[in-house]
């Protein structure tokens, strides 16, 4: 995968990352903080062990339409595949793979990329951010052997963008060994049509639409626990492959994420965008074609209500959990 093309994926795990960063979460009774303590030290003692058999998926039928609904991660380990049958047949039977975004088909340049990420007003990175913030991101900027004075008139958004690619570097996990990747590249072998749940454009659309006020303060959150980061993603990844083993793990990391997130970052990173996923597969399961989709979504958009799963459930749905 291209410099280019890994900096594009980091969008996708931009929003898992941003509420692990908060330090606004209220603060947990004794025996919850050892229940969690004991979790974290069980899954850091395993922390190599990626090999499990974990997954999220769902089933949803109208008529003689279905559509799998598979939660996953945009980053992963080696070790996870082949996945557990029920997720590897769901994708054999399906005549449809439904991501997020087609990573092999993104239309976007970096001159694009420059126009909607840059200061159009003169102002720079350092005059919006706190003086303490800006001296450590220049730090991990320089771990990276980067000059975080050549990313001055980029907007906070963008730079967030390029720490969270710096966090997957950091962590055991890989956008190659993505779940989403995995099937996108099966599927263009096995030649099976990809339709775009979302796209790259509306992912860039919506970052660059946030106040610069919630951008701010989101990075310095996200600078102020970056030496964290690359360990809550490990976790993640392996909370979501033993995933059936310990379901509550996964939803409670993912949920408690979002605690003292920014309302604005929450309405629209996760939901409106799970409003608008559940639609489109709405629009999909009530075209009754009789044919079989694969989704493949971040397990955070089926656990954060409203959920495209809750959102299906509100339109009639029937949605069983299959694994």
Not at 233 to 259: A, C, I, K, M, P
Not at 263 to 291: P, V
Request: charged share 25%.
């Amino acid at each position: 995968m291209s410099k280019f093309t890994s900096l594009i994926y980091s969008l996708l795990i931009m929003v898992l990352l941003i509420g692990c960063a908060s330090n606004n979460s209220s603060p947990l009774e004794n025996e919850e903080l050892n229940q969690q303590t004991d979790t974290e030290e069980k899954a850091n003692e395993t922390a190599l062990d990626y090999d499990g058999d974990g997954g999220f998926l769902w089933k949803v039928v109208n008529g003689e339409t279905t559509a799998y609904v598979l939660g996953s991660v945009h980053l992963g380990h080696e070790d996870y595949y082949p996945l557990v049958t029920e997720i590897e047949e769901a994708y054999e039977s399906s005549d449809v793979i439904l991501p997020e975004i087609n990573m092999f088909e993104v239309d976007i340049t970096k001159e694009e990329i420059n126009e909607m990420a840059l200061f159009d007003d003169g102002t720079t990175l350092d005059e919006v951010l706190s003086e303490e913030s800006y001296a450590k991101l220049s730090d991990i900027f320089e771990t990276h052997r980067m000059n975080v004075e050549d990313f001055k008139q980029y907007q906070p958004w963008f730079v967030e963008s390029l720490l969270t690619e710096f966090v997957a570097e950091e962590s055991d996990l890989s956008s190659e060994y993505g779940v989403d990747l995995y099937f996108l590249q099966r599927a263009l072998e096995d030649d099976k049509e990809i339709i775009e749940l979302e796209t790259i454009e509306g992912q860039y659309e919506m970052l660059t639409g946030f106040s610069m006020d919630t951008q701010v303060e989101t990075l310095e959150d996200y600078i102020g626990a970056y030496e964290d980061q690359a360990d809550w993603l490990n976790r993640l990844g392996y909370n979501w492959v033993h995933g059936n083993s310990n379901r509550d793990s996964l939803v409670n990391q993912l949920s408690d994420s979002f605690e003292g997130v920014d309302e604005e970052y929450q309405q629209e990173l996760n939901d409106n965008r799970n409003i608008n996923m559940a639609n489109k597969l709405d629009e999909i399961l009530q075209s009754d074609n009789g044919q079989t989709y694969f989704a493949i979504i971040g397990s955070l958009h089926t656990v954060i209500d409203p959920s495209v799963l809750s959102e299906l459930e509100e339109k009639g749905y029937d949605v069983e959990r299959i694994y």
